[in-house]
């Protein structure tokens, strides 16, 4: 069974500065990965998808990906108030599963 | 295009009553996984349909059903809820394969009394 790690955080950054989530997975052979950001109350919204090692930017978005360390990553720059959600990162299982980890709670203060 | 839609949003039940929720996928999505989201254990997944057929199922007892049509709309069944049902139910939709990205609707939100 894959496992997917996240700190829950809360993880508290100053408005402008960047902010930096973490996820670890279990399955080496796991090809792409996934960032879902959810707002309190809401249901998970799709930031980035990544399937290659290293960066893949969109906008202040950015998701680094290590298969070797099995690690995925999210760097938000800039960070605005209106960031401050949950942040979900998503392994894909067979048959249509998607195996979430815990979320890291973001807070972005002004 | 349109979005992933779920009715109802919200539903009020008690113990022992059985429910109902629906999905429509986004156009062309062929995909169409539920999953159960509560504070205490996160996102679970509850089974995926695909083209119809049950593809995959997580770990729920079988009061937890579901069923595909064939325009893709599915529906899943909870009888003889139980306090612990109490969560954010969320399906998603995913392409012709199923193993691309998968877009959640909104959820409908349970509470069993």
């Known amino acids: 069974q894959k496992e997917v790690e996240q700190n829950s955080g809360p993880l508290s950054v100053p408005e402008g500065a960047i902010a930096s989530l973490n996820c670890t997975y279990s399955?080496?052979?796991?090809?792409?990965f996934f960032w879902y950001r959810q707002y309190s109350g809401k249901s998970p919204e799709l930031i980035m998808s990544?399937?290659?090692?290293g960066d893949k930017e969109d906008g202040r978005f950015t998701a680094q990906l290590n298969k070797a360390s099995q690690y995925v990553s999210l760097l938000i720059r800039d960070s605005q108030p209106s960031d401050s959600a949950t942040y979900l990162c998503?392994?894909?299982?067979?048959?249509?599963?998607?195996?979430f980890g815990q979320g890291t709670e973001l807070s972005v203060k002004p | 295009k349109a979005g992933v839609t779920q009715t109802p949003r919200y539903l009020i039940k008690t113990r022992g009553q059985q429910v109902t929720l629906s999905c429509s996928p986004i156009?062309?999505?062929?995909?169409v996984s539920w999953y159960q989201q509560t504070p205490g254990q996160g996102l679970q997944f509850l089974f995926e349909?695909?083209?119809?057929?049950?593809?995959n199922k997580g770990n729920f007892p079988g009061r937890f059903s579901g069923r595909q049509f064939s325009n893709s709309r599915s529906e899943m069944n909870v009888s003889t809820l139980e306090l612990g049902d109490s969560a954010l139910y969320l399906c998603?939709?995913?392409?012709?394969?199923?193993?691309?990205?998968?877009?959640f609707g909104p959820g409908t939100r349970l509470l069993v009394l």
């Open positions: 998603a939709s995913s392409g012709w394969t199923g193993e691309e990205t998968q877009y």
């Open positions: 399955d080496r052979v796991s090809q792409s």
């Open positions: 990544i399937y290659s090692n």
């Open positions: 998503a392994v894909p299982n067979q048959g249509g599963k998607l195996i």
């Open positions: 156009s062309g999505h062929r995909s």
């Open positions: 349909y695909f083209s119809e057929t049950q593809r």
